[in-house]
């Protein structure tokens, strides 16, 4: 097969395939510099790749004088994170403007408050990817990297963005304890990227709710909690429908399970 390369990856070595075809680089991507690298040229989802691009050119009148990032979002924390904290996708004007997880929106602004207050983050605030903010112990990440119209990913979109995922689960294998997941759909894909990462998820499959707890084995013996939380839209915070006590309460637990601030 002819291939073209791409893109460089973080040590120099150019991605084996065009940006058009980049989840195809992701299962050979050596550590999560590289796997960074790559989401951040992908243009494989046509809709999407248009989408981020528009909002990006056209902005909200609050951000005109803004730069801004309008690219795929890659994964934001350690590399030997204890915890990873799995979304939906960017938002048009948070992530996407920002060029980090949940950085200038008001999901945010709950997600990182509450991230603070049971101290696995240093501030709780989020407002630019170069802000200084830093994660004790946790990643944030996505299943779908590029902020779709509306919210909605199609599947196809989510099945081309999968390997994204997969990957950061593989890369992250050797630490991470804790998978908790912000709404239905992110449990949906995680559930798919962790049976391609060698986990071994039951069937039927585990079904999502609020304070859910699974826990699943891998092949080699190592074992995952996967905790379920609503979203932190704001369709569930401004009705209540989620509050920081319970955003709060399932992070203070994943922390616990990861035993993260509990090594030294
Ligand atoms: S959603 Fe994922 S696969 Fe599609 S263009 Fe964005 S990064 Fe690439």
Same mark, same amino acid.
Request: aromatic share 6%; net charge positive.
């Given at each position: ?85 799995? +979304? ?6 948070? &992530?996407? *403007?920002? @060029? %980090? /997880? ?7 602004? =709950?997600?990182?408050?509450a991230m603070h207050a049971v101290g696995l983050a240093s501030r709780p605030v989020a407002v ?34 999968a390997p994204f995922l997969a990957r950061e689960l593989e890369l992250l294998g050797g630490t ?32 999502? +709710? ?6 699943? &084995?891998? *092949?080699? @013996? %190592? /074992? ?7 979203? =932190? ?32």
């Amino acid at each position: 097969m002819a291939v073209m390369a791409s893109e460089q990856a973080a040590g120099g070595v150019p991605f084996r395939h065009p940006p058009e075809q980049a989840p195809l680089d992701a299962a050979a991507v050596v550590d999560l510099d590289e796997l960074d690298a790559l989401v951040t040229t992908c243009r494989a989802c046509p809709r999407l790749v248009a989408w981020r691009e528009e909002v990006a050119r056209v902005k909200r009148a609050a951000f005109r004088d803004q730069e801004y990032w309008g690219r795929p979002v890659p994964g934001f924390g350690p590399h030997d994170a204890s915890i990873l904290i799995v +979304g939906l996708a960017p938002a048009a004007h948070g &992530a996407n *403007r920002t @060029g %980090r /997880m949940f950085t200038g929106d008001r999901s945010g602004e =709950v997600l990182y408050a509450a991230m603070h207050a049971v101290g696995l983050a240093s501030r709780p605030v989020a407002v630019w990817r170069d802000d200084g903010l830093e994660l004790y112990g946790t990643r944030i990440s996505a299943p779908v990297r590029c902020a779709p119209p509306a919210n909605k990913p199609t599947p196809d979109e989510r099945h081309r963005c999968a390997p994204f995922l997969a990957r950061e689960l593989e890369l992250l294998g050797g630490t991470v304890r804790v998978v908790v997941v912000l709404g239905g759909f992110g449990w949906q894909a995680l559930m798919a990227s962790l049976m391609d990462a060698g986990w071994l998820v039951p069937r039927p499959r585990p079904r999502f +709710g609020h304070g859910a707890r699974v826990r699943i &084995a891998h *092949r080699d @013996g %190592r /074992m995952l909690d996967v905790l379920g939380c609503f979203h =932190v839209s704001q369709q569930n915070t401004f009705t209540g429908r989620l509050t920081p006590a319970m955003v709060e309460e399932v992070l203070a637990k994943a922390k616990q399970l990861a035993g993260v601030g509990t090594d030294d």
